[in-house]
């Protein structure tokens, strides 16, 4: 009977120990942008959920922080962004909100392949010389439209979260190699859609999707604006209407929201049709597989297009 009870104390003390010992809270994790805050939803599935900083169309260069998103910061274990070079509005400002976080630049992860920025000048085009010709040194840093940039992504946020949360390093690199598996699945489904189009030509106001673009196989004709977002000159403007009455019906393709100056003048001078392409994702639902869901969204918005089915 003694026994019995000396068992009974240390079962209820078992419990009471479960019961007052709080488990390891899951990092804070800040994503910028709406492509890295899908990747870690998904590599933090059944640990935690990660806040993301810019919401409905926010600028990620030139973006404003309000007082929730500076104290999402401050709070922060870890911020993941694509570069300085990107989100320039962190710059100065990370180092002070986010001191005692982990900063990982994404477009340095291992495995992530940059590309020069290129200069789809209309005016090479117009003289016969090849066009997408490299803007200086400066990368392009639209690092995530590429399926296997974002893939190289995913395990890095894996590798990070595991360090800062060694009890869920197995699972954080599970669920990475999971969506991992997920975007092979996209791609592959993506070349069959895109593979009768590479010959098409089209006309982009922004030059944002190089990286999904090379993957593709798919070759813009010229952008409007020139490299770094500077507003277009009368030549430039002058060559693009031409270079589009030389492909009556053409695809220009615009942000959500935006060029649609351009695309209206393009449409009177040459027919040309509209397309929409949300590299950041901000017209989709946010959650679980929000970033092959966006690989398919710019998929389907260059065929739609390209097809003339709009």
Request: glycine share 8%; net charge positive; proline share 12%.
């Given at each position: 009977m003694h026994g019995f009870r000396k068992l009974l104390f240390f079962a209820a003390l078992a419990v009471v120990v479960t019961i007052?010992?709080?488990?390891?809270?899951?990092?804070?994790?800040?994503?910028?942008?709406?492509?890295?805050?899908?990747?870690l939803a998904d590599v933090m599935k059944g640990v935690g959920t990660p806040v993301l900083l810019l919401k409905d169309g926010?600028?990620?260069?030139?973006?404003?922080?309000?007082?929730?998103?500076?104290?999402?910061?401050?709070?922060?274990?870890a911020v993941f962004l694509v570069s300085y070079g990107l989100e320039r509005f962190l710059k100065k400002r990370l180092a002070v909100l986010a001191e005692r976080a982990r900063i990982v630049e994404l477009a340095r992860a291992p495995g992530v392949k940059l590309l020069?920025?290129?200069?789809?000048?209309?005016?090479?085009?117009?003289?016969?010389a090849p066009a997408g010709h490299v803007?200086?040194?400066?990368?392009?840093?639209h690092v995530w439209t590429g399926p296997d940039?974002?893939?190289a992504m995913a395990m890095e946020m894996a590798r990070v979260l595991g360090e800062l949360d060694p009890a869920n390093a197995e699972r954080y690199l599970r669920n990475a190699k999971a969506l991992g598996a997920r975007i092979r699945e996209v791609t592959v489904s993506l070349e069959a859609l895109l593979a009768p189009l590479?010959?098409?030509?089209?006309?982009?106001?922004?030059?944002?999707?190089?990286?999904f673009e090379?993957?593709?196989?798919?070759?813009?004709?010229?952008?409007?604006?020139?490299?770094?977002?500077?507003?277009?000159?009368?030549?430039?403007?002058?060559?693009?209407?031409?270079l589009a009455r030389r492909h009556p019906g053409i695809c220009v393709f615009t942000g959500p929201g935006e060029g649609g100056?351009?695309?209206?003048?393009?449409?009177?001078?040459?027919?040309?049709?509209?397309?929409?392409?949300?590299?950041?994702?901000?017209?989709?639902?946010?959650?679980?597989?929000f970033y092959p869901r966006l690989l398919q969204s710019l998929g389907r918005a260059f065929a739609k297009c390209l097809k003339g089915e709009n």
């Open positions: 007052t010992t709080p488990l390891q809270a899951a990092p804070r994790v800040v994503a910028t942008l709406p492509p890295l805050h899908g990747l926010g600028d990620p260069h030139h973006h404003a922080l309000k007082p929730s998103e500076a104290r999402a910061l401050t709070r922060a274990d020069p920025r290129r200069d789809l000048d209309p005016l090479r085009v117009e003289r016969d803007a200086g040194d400066i990368p392009d840093l940039n974002g893939t590479n010959d098409r030509p089209y006309i982009v106001t922004h030059d944002a999707t190089q990286y090379r993957r593709f196989r798919l070759v813009p004709l010229a952008a409007v604006e020139p490299p770094g977002g500077a507003r277009p000159g009368m030549r430039r403007i002058s060559a693009i209407v031409k100056r351009w695309a209206r003048l393009l449409e009177r001078e040459a027919q040309a049709r509209r397309g929409v392409l949300d590299p950041l994702g901000f017209s989709l639902p946010r959650g679980e597989m």
